[in-house]
């Protein structure tokens, strides 16, 4: 079975060393010194790998069962979600009116690593509650925001979101659930929704759907869309309990992965609906919590990518297969442990180096939303709103990858449910296509991102990498500020390539926006490398007592600065060649 150890060094060094959150003049991150986020970090650590590390192949194994309309999780995930609720997890970052603790978003989104390498289907339940109550605090009126969010900040009720159906899922404008208005200004909703996660299960008394449905007189496609409260009980003023609503659970998917989250057929006939927000503007209410949902899908997918480098790396040391062919490393053994071999080395360090960049990147989008919503900052909000479809598609797309690197360092075993390898490359694939599909991610970025605020967003970044490249003269760096400009300058004429081709022939772009979205993906890395690196040699010079941590985290710098970075050639390659060649075949040929 695998294990779990959560990292809280390595979270450490990216909030404090990198970062510098403690420094920040963000609101509320005053208050995350050192200590304070070590003791979060430490009581997150504790629960991921006491409470819902044991419970993950489980999950996996029994799955969910639909039993007389109730859905049953697997053995061990009530008692696990019991500690989370206990623990106020759900609240860490959410307003103490509502019974939250108000922390920055930040800490939500590193303890939310640990949670979810430790257990990725467990923590679906609590991370679409988290998404649900977003949007309703974003969009939900004041009595909405007292009826139910105390309850869902404690996640006594859990939240859904509701968009998909068996005819569209990227497509929405093409969704057919109805809302009629009621003469109490309720609305009545009616259709069939697929692919529901956390749709129904038998941990908590309650279940908020958020449901997208189209009310008469809103026009065709999106615009007619509106957001709507389908609690799965009735919730009285004074927030009891009151009578079944009629929206039930048809099925349970049985699916590739993350087999302890029910992915659920949801039927609506008639049931009762609370408007959230204006009616037919509901794409924007769902945006709210599809955005924080795209940052959190991304965390998904290297978090996995983490547990699964951290079991191959033990492995690779433990395990003894052939001889080192420089000199055997383990005379008395019968052979050298994997981690000799160069091409084993390889595979780790492609996954080490994707993981440790991954992390920062995703705390400093995490950072980003912080100053964006906490510090009302509109280029903070430009910046995050850009990166969002990269963090999303590149971190799982690579996630993904990194989690199939790790079970070839297991060789057959690693194919074996046994040593629980291929389970989180199952439950790493999801994060592909969830939230938006990654091609669709990629359109976004090229389509709609790249152009927006006439630019604004994408010439502030490449400004940050030129600051970054010449807020140092340290002749220690210069390798890896030269790699970071090069794959910069690759960047650059890609987007120039969009600039000057997109208008004239759209299938050019679009052609190459998954490679552009990857491309973009590994120049913040590399940037992510450099800010590594140099927090890396400060500690070095101040006198650390941990050298071999700070020298490790150079050497895996400059592994991904030349072994990783160079990539940008290639998708710019790609880029150039255009549409062409992909539109080319008739459709008879496929
Ligand atoms: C386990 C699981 C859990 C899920 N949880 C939820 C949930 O909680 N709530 C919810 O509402 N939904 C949920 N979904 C649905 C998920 O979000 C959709 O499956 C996803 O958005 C893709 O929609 P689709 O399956 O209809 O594929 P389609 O929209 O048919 O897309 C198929 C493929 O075509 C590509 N594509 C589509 N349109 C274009 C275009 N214009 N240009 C280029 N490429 C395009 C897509 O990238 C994709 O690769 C879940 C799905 C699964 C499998």
New binding site residues.
Partial sequence: MPSYTAPVVDMQFVLHDVLNIAQSDIPGYDDLDRETTGAILEEAAKLAEGALAPVNATGDREGCRLENGVVRTPTGFAAAFEQIKAGGWNGLDLPEEFGGQNLPYVMNSATGEFFVSANMALNMYQG?THGAISAILAHGSDAQKAQYLPKMVSLDWTG?????EPH????LGLIRTKAVPQDDGSYAITGQ???????EHDMAENIIHLVLAKAHGGGAGTKGISMFIVPKFLVHEDGSLGARNGVSVGSI?D?MG?HG?A?CVMNYDGATGYLVGELHKGMRAMFTMMNEARVGVGLQGYAQAAVAYENAAAYAKDRLQGRDVTGTKNPDGPADPLLVHPDIRRVLMDQKSFVEGARAFTMWGASLIDRAHRGQDPQADGLISLLTPVLKGFLTDKGFDMCVQAQQVYGGHGYIEEWGMSQFARDAR?AM????????QA?DLVGRKLAQDGGKHVMAFFALIKDEVAGTDDPRLTDLREALKAASKDMQAAAMFFMETGMKNPNDA?AGASDFMHLFGHVCLGLMWLRMARAAYAELDAGTSDVAFYEAKLDTARYYMVRQLPATALHLARIRSGGETVMALAEAEF
């Avoid at 569209?168 to 497509?171: A, E, L, R, S, V």
């Avoid at 929704?193 to 749709?199: D, E, L």
């Fill in positions: 679409l859904t979101m509701n968009l998909t569209c899922g990227t497509d929704k697929i692919f529901i996660s956390a749709g998917e699916k993350i989250n992915t999801i296509i969830y939230e938006g599909a990654n091609g669709v359109l679009l």
